[in-house]
């Protein structure tokens, strides 16, 4: 079945850097479009960044500069760079595939940014 596992989340002071990773198994990973959601404590569940074939990226605008969202296809693996980090990044992150017409969602991992 379709599993995605998220890793890397933490704590960091603002302006540090993180690194998500995103492993994906049940499907093809080289042929579907990965994606990172975020959700903030008290909100809805937003949209961060996607990933189409090798290397066609979207990022939203809050976030564009700062993330990175990239794969290694070999690897069945994803990722998010996060730099220069602030205290309204913090949220759980979530990696998501759109498959046979069904979401599938992560885990989880918590990313919190605080001095």
């Known amino acids: 079945q379709v599993q995605l596992v998220e890793s890397g989340g933490g704590r960091m002071q603002p302006g540090g850097s993180l690194k998500l990773a995103c492993t994906g198994s049940?499907?093809?990973?080289?042929?579907?479009?990965i994606n990172w959601f975020r959700r903030a404590p008290g909100k809805e569940r937003e949209w961060v960044a996607s990933?189409?074939?090798?290397?066609?990226?979207n990022h939203r605008n809050s976030v564009e500069g700062r993330f990175t969202i990239s794969r290694d296809n070999a690897k069945n693996t994803a990722w998010l760079q996060m730099n220069d980090l602030r205290p309204d990044d913090t949220a759980i992150y979530y990696c998501?595939?759109?498959?046979?017409?069904?979401?599938?969602w992560g885990q989880g991992t918590q990313v919190t940014v605080s001095s």
């Open positions: 049940g499907f093809i990973f080289s042929e579907q479009q």
């Open positions: 990933i189409i074939g090798d290397s066609y990226t």
């Open positions: 998501n595939v759109y498959y046979l017409r069904q979401n599938y």
